[in-house]
């Protein structure tokens, strides 16, 4: 599965900004984190890290 740039910028942002929670993301399988980073919707990534 190719990571478009954008979509690690618009991850990475999120990050810094403290809105996306990566101790969650990092407890995902990676089918279910995979999917999260990629659907670049800021409703996708801001319900990343909060994914069960």
């Known amino acids: 599965m190719a990571t478009a740039p954008a979509d690690v910028l ?3 942002q ?4 403290g809105t996306l929670d990566l ?3 990092a407890s ?3 089918e279910a984190l ?3 980073l990629m659907d ?3 409703e996708g ?3 990343a890290g909060n994914a069960a």
């Open 10 to 12: 618009h991850a990475a």
């Open 14 to 17: 999120q990050a810094a900004e």
């Open 23 to 25: 101790k969650k993301l």
């Open 28 to 30: 995902l399988p990676d």
């Open 34 to 36: 995979f999917a999260r």
């Open 40 to 42: 670049r919707s800021s």
């Open 45 to 47: 990534l801001r319900n």
